[in-house]
């Protein structure tokens, strides 16, 4: 059964960069079948694509962030990772990572996602 | 961006008794090749999301027959046969047709 376990810092504060790692068990990171994905959730905006990366590194993300997030892979720990810098109150969110299937173009649905993690923007 | 809305908001149910949600999106999710690219999530309290049916109408692995999607285009809807207690929390729709993926902004189930 494919794992998902996100971890990092549960506050931080406004202005600074947030690092958030998945690490992926039960499965392998480096098959090259998935596209790692991070969405997140917070009261205000609802769910949000965040972006994904492929095993090959190719990435993509989501505009709204405005080149803040950078989307990493290090197959040799099977982890994945999301930075966000110039974090603010409005980052505030339930953080999941989670994979999604690649198909013929890109991926078509998410089927695991880790259990999500609290960051809080505060000072 | 493709907008995902979705009706209603909040649905008080009763078990055994039919549901049903809608999502609509603001572009075309069919693609040339036929399919509708659209999933369905639930979210029960707590949890995270869980996927429930891809590509418009095709159920995930392990979940019941008594979810159905259908649909096409830009507008479509979630159906559950039989409500069961277990099936309160949020249902969400998600467009996969371009990204940044977008959803809706949830339906809340819960029993009347």
């Known amino acids: 059964q494919v794992q998902l376990q996100e971890s990092g810092p549960g506050l931080v504060k406004p202005s600074e960069t947030l690092s958030l790692t998945c690490t992926v068990s039960?499965?392998?990171?480096?098959?090259?079948?998935?596209?790692w994905t991070w969405v997140r959730q917070s009261a205000v905006k609802g769910l949000e694509w965040i972006g994904r990366?492929?095993?090959?590194?190719?990435?993509n993300y989501n505009p709204s962030f405005k080149s803040r997030v950078t989307i990493s892979i290090d197959t040799s720990r099977s982890q994945f990772s999301l930075k966000v810098t110039s974090m603010t109150a409005a980052d505030t969110a339930v953080y999941y990572c989670?994979?999604?299937?690649?198909?013929?173009?890109?991926?078509?649905?998410?089927?695991?996602w880790g259990q999500g993690t609290l960051v809080t923007v505060s000072s | 961006d493709i907008v995902m809305t979705q009706s209603p908001l909040s649905l008080p149910v009763t078990p055994g008794e039919p549901a049903s949600i809608s999502c609509r999106s603001s572009?075309?999710?069919?693609?040339?090749?036929?399919?509708?690219?659209l999933d369905w999530y639930l979210q029960k309290p707590g949890q995270s999301p869980q996927l429930l049916i891809y590509?418009?109408?095709h159920r995930a692995s392990g979940v019941p027959d008594r979810f159905s999607g259908t649909g096409s285009g830009t507008d479509f809807t979630l159906k559950i046969s039989r409500v069961e207690a277990e099936d309160v929390g949020t249902y969400y729709c998600?467009?996969?047709?371009?990204?940044?993926?977008?959803f809706g902004p949830g339906t809340k189930v819960d029993i009347k």
């Open positions: 590509l418009g109408s």
């Open positions: 989670a994979r999604c299937p690649a198909a013929e173009v890109g991926c078509d649905y998410i089927d695991y």
């Open positions: 039960g499965g392998s990171i480096n098959s090259g079948r998935y596209y």
């Open positions: 572009q075309t999710l069919l693609v040339a090749h036929g399919y509708n690219y």
């Open positions: 998600m467009q996969t047709k371009e990204t940044p993926f977008t």
């Open positions: 990366i492929y095993t090959s590194g190719n990435t």
